[in-house]
């Protein structure tokens, strides 16, 4: 019975608002990102708490590089076979109720990590993190296309991106900290912790548009105008309570006729680039401090800060750039590729840390190569132009499932050139390679954005 009390008093409030306020907007929608953001930065704490606790790890429990590396990737291989899944899901109970669970259980995976033992437990957990985790960005980019114009999308996606490098930055010391002082197990304990608490102000804050307490007419007309509300239910039954979501339609053939699509492929192809430079500094950039440049633990912990702060102002950065090329009359094509290519094609500029012997000049190198991966993580953007209506669960996941082929294959491939060589001189050739690769995609295959029309 709470459904109809909840939902008419909504209704009720936005009618007060549009008539004591007369067209003048209110801003929800600006609620709703900073849950996004709180969470997107927890998740990444969660994921990349590995990543930090791998040097006092690795000695505890024996594992050399190559091993290390595979214990990075494996949180990749349930997390990609989860995308598509995960999307269905989401497309199947919205947005409130998958991200919920979501975090409940990615937070439960990690803070069991700090009770492991041996290898076999730590595996098992990484993998249940990546199944956990991986409806997250698709229902991201489902609740900005739900709440947000276009206009609004890039700055909106930044800001939520952002929560992934703010938090690596400003929490990686108190973190470095607290390992040295408790331990690598007390980082699984505290961020697992936080996670599920948060997991319970998610359930009780959000709301679609139509739900919302504090919404009014003028700003759902607002989004509305500017693309958004393709998820409102658009009826009620006879008590005021809403319809449950409906059903996606979705076929399994339903994927490759999505990836014939060239502005599918191509953004694939580019986020997997990018996110190769995110997925280096995410899982083996602490090491890499550690023993390449033989840091110590308090210096890792400060040096660690300066990438990641470049890397949130390359997100809002790019973000707002193309919002503004948009809103100027600059195409699409040109307003959401071009922050994109430009940051890819300097993130390559990674390699040069190889030949330089001062560690302020090899940080410096790092946050200018981190800023502009920051630059380039606008891809969610074009995820949102270019799904299918009704298909925006399963686009998104088609997405983030390629895009995080890269969690499997860059630990791995960088595990495998230190162990192999002792040094990370090609680990860095690769990611900067692959960074090349990534801008001619956006250049040579992405072609038009615009939203896909499946045609039976």
């Given at each position: ?47 990349t708490v590995l ?147 948060f997991g319970g ?50 076929e399994w053939r ?203």
């Amino acid at each position: 019975m709470s459904q109809p009390i909840q939902s008419t008093r909504a209704d009720s409030t936005r009618q007060t608002n549009a008539t004591a306020g007369t067209a003048r907007r209110t801003k929800a929608r600006y609620q709703i990102l900073s849950l996004l953001a709180v969470g997107t930065m927890i998740n990444y704490l969660d994921r990349t708490v590995l990543g930090i606790a791998a040097p006092q790890l690795t000695r505890e429990l024996g594992i050399n590089a190559a091993l290390m590396g595979l214990l990075f990737s494996v949180f990749s291989w349930s997390y990609a076979a989860s995308q598509i899944p995960g999307g269905l899901f989401l497309d199947r109970f919205g947005s409130k109720v998958t991200y919920f669970l979501s975090m409940t259980f990615w937070s439960l995976c990690t803070l069991a990590q700090g009770l492991v033992h041996g290898i076999g437990a730590l595996f098992a957990f990484r993998l249940g993190l990546g199944v956990s985790e991986a409806p997250c960005f698709p229902t991201n980019s489902r609740v900005v296309a739900t709440w947000f114009p276009q206009s609004e999308r890039a700055m909106a996606t930044a800001t939520y991106t952002v929560g992934e490098y703010i938090g690596l930055a400003f929490f990686s010391p108190f973190l470095f900290m607290l390992m040295g002082a408790f331990g690598w197990r007390s980082l699984f304990y505290v961020v697992g912790g936080v996670g599920i608490v948060f997991g319970g102000i998610w359930w009780l804050f959000y709301r679609e548009p139509h739900e919302h307490p504090s919404v009014n007419q003028a700003e759902l007309d607002y989004i509305e105008a500017g693309g958004g509300l393709t998820h409102r239910k658009k009826d009620a039954d006879s008590s005021g309570a809403s319809a449950a979501p409906a059903k996606s339609g979705f076929e399994w053939r339903t994927i490759g006729r999505l990836l014939k699509h060239r502005q599918l492929s191509g953004i694939c192809l580019g986020q997997f680039a990018g996110n190769s430079t995110l997925v280096f500094f995410l899982t083996w950039f602490p090491t890499y401090l550690a023993t390449e440049r033989h840091m110590a633990w308090l210096k890792i912990g400060f040096f660690a800060i300066m990438p990641f702060i470049a890397a949130s102002i390359g997100v809002m950065f790019g973000g707002l750039f193309s919002d503004w090329l948009l809103r100027r009359g600059t195409s699409p094509n040109v307003a959401r590729k071009l922050p994109i290519i430009s940051g890819l094609l300097l993130a390559s500029t990674i390699i040069l840390a190889n030949y330089v012997e001062s560690n302020v000049a090899v940080i410096a190198i790092l946050s200018v190569a981190f800023f502009a991966q920051g630059m380039a993580a606008l891809g969610w953007t074009l995820v949102s132009d270019i799904a299918p209506d009704g298909l925006l669960g399963v686009t998104g996941g088609i997405f983030n499932f390629a895009a995080n082929l890269a969690g499997i294959v860059t630990p791995l491939v960088v595990g495998f050139i230190v162990a192999a060589t002792g040094s990370f001189v090609g680990a860095l050739v690769f990611i900067g390679a692959v960074a090349l690769i990534g801008a001619l995609s956006y250049i040579f295959i992405v072609g038009d954005i615009k939203r896909i029309v499946l045609v039976d």
